[in-house]
């Protein structure tokens, strides 16, 4: 059993040993808040582990240069810091590959820390994933488990387009079985983008959880089964690109859908889901779609 830390910091290991272009940047990986970047400035250097100065601003372009000069950053951050980096993220990286006619690739990938409900006051509460789900040209990933957090952050920092991996606070200390390389088909974990995982198979009603809120809908559940009531979860794994077939292939079976996410509803990523399914999946809806999530 790993933490979600602890696979994440493995990943991290295995693809800067893998490719000598990846390296990592961000505030206090020295001391490592969280671990995933403890030791890791012994192991391979300065020149590929490196502390910024408090301006997201300015190391997220400095990532997306180097992107553009064929080097694989990794960054990490936290989402609240994510406004001071707005312009690189939304007027230049989700922009360059189309603004150069496909000619440029922007390998990197974000790491961004998200909290909620644990007195993180204003510059550390928030949950905006939403907001870049709706610019194109950005993956959105939230890994919600150490097995797929470590597979997808190896299938993000491989892929040529800019990724956003959002790590959720409320799946940080979580456990969960990761198989040694040697173990594996192929001897790596690697989880592709945009195949959502059943987490928990069910008969009365499909529960999408988005990010934390997939333990949610995972702690209703054994609440319910004692009642009589069967839920079947999903976690889309990552919200750019989403399965929307995997959820309406469930709701097919179950006739009803509740979304839960952590975020605020208003244009969240559980209302994009709610307003999906009814526009392909309409006559499988047995009751109205209900949707789960912060004010």
């Known amino acids: 059993m790993k933490t979600y830390i602890q696979a994440i910091g493995e990943a991290t290991v295995e693809e800067m040993e893998r490719d000598e272009t990846v390296f990592t940047m961000g505030e206090d990986l020295r001391q490592s808040v969280y671990g995933v970047t403890a030791g890791l ?29 064929g080097m694989r950053p990794i960054v990490e951050t936290v989402t609240s ?3 001071v980096g707005m312009d690189q993220l939304i ?4 922009k360059m590959r189309y603004m150069f006619g496909g000619q440029a690739e922007l390998p990197v990938t974000f790491r ?19 907001i870049f789900m709706n610019t194109p ?35 940080i200390s979580s456990r969960a079985e990761v198989p040694d390389n040697e173990d594996l088909p192929g001897g790596e974990l690697l989880v592709p983008f945009g195949v ?5 198979a069910g008969s009365d009603v499909t529960v ?20 009589g009531v069967s839920l079947e979860v999903i976690d889309p794994r990552t919200l750019v690109p989403l399965d929307i077939e995997t959820i309406l292939n469930s709701v097919e079976r179950t006739g009803r859908l ?32 209900q949707v789960v999530a912060s004010e």
């Open 137 to 171: 040209g950005l993956k959105i990933i939230c890994p919600t488990n150490a097995y797929d957090a470590k597979g997808l952050m190896k299938t993000a920092v491989r892929d040529n387009d800019v990724c956003m991996l959002f790590e959720d606070g409320i799946a």
């Open 208 to 227: 999408v959880g988005i990010a934390g809120g997939v333990q949610h809908a995972l702690d209703a559940a054994k609440v319910l089964e004692a009642e």
């Open 258 to 289: 509740v979304v839960v996410d952590p975020a605020h509803q208003m244009c969240s990523a559980a209302s994009q889901i709610a307003a999906s399914v009814p526009q392909e999946g309409f006559w499988s809806l047995q009751a109205p779609i």
């Open 112 to 130: 961004i820390r998200m909290f909620y409900a644990r007195g993180a006051a204003a510059h550390h509460s928030d949950r905006n994933y939403p």
């Open 91 to 94: 007027s230049q990286a989700s």
């Open 41 to 69: 400035v012994d192991r391979f250097g300065e020149d590929r582990v490196i502390d910024t100065p408090l301006s997201e601003n300015g190391f997220f372009g400095a990532a997306l240069g180097a992107s553009l000069c």
């Open 81 to 83: 810091f994510l406004w």
């Open 196 to 200: 959502a995982n059943t987490v928990r």
